[in-house]
């Protein structure tokens, strides 16, 4: 399935293809260059990677497109959900490292914008009322009650 959709997504027209990845297919084209030089770069490749160049790419311009769970992604791709996370990472730290694109940061990319409001809670100390024990004693001895 994950085939089918690198094929399809690669033979629509210029404008369908930005309008589904966020990029042009220029753009692609390039980041795939970019991900296969790092790819052939390493020293030592270890096990290979369960999607080749294209589909990763395309998996981390979804996730970035659509915003979904991993776990959606990776159900939608047939992988583990730990898979799409490192995929993305590996992705990400790429293209940036790579300084051909203009992305931010991975801090501006995992960091959420944080808004604070300061709340004032008045905290003191108050006796709590309770029942004297005369009165617990002699409420419980009570017939009348149900």
Request: proline letters at 4%.
């Amino acid at each position: 399935m994950s085939h089918d959709r690198l094929a399809r997504i690669r033979q629509l027209n210029r404008a369908r293809f930005k309008r589904h990845t966020g990029i042009y297919p220029e753009t692609f084209t390039h980041m795939e260059l970019v991900l296969d030089e790092r790819e052939r770069s390493k020293r030592k490749p270890g096990r290979p990677a369960a999607l080749h160049i294209g589909k990763q790419l395309l998996l981390t311009l979804e996730f970035w497109r659509e915003y979904r769970t991993f776990a959606h992604l990776g159900h939608d791709w047939n992988i583990h959900e730990t898979t799409v996370q490192r995929t993305v990472e590996r992705v990400e730290t790429a293209l940036i490292q790579s300084g051909a694109f203009r992305l931010p940061g991975r801090t501006s990319l995992t960091q959420e914008q944080n808004v604070f409001q300061i709340l004032a809670v008045d905290a003191a100390e108050t006796r709590c009322e309770r029942p004297t024990r005369s009165q617990r004693v002699s409420a419980a001895r009570r017939n009348d009650i149900p």
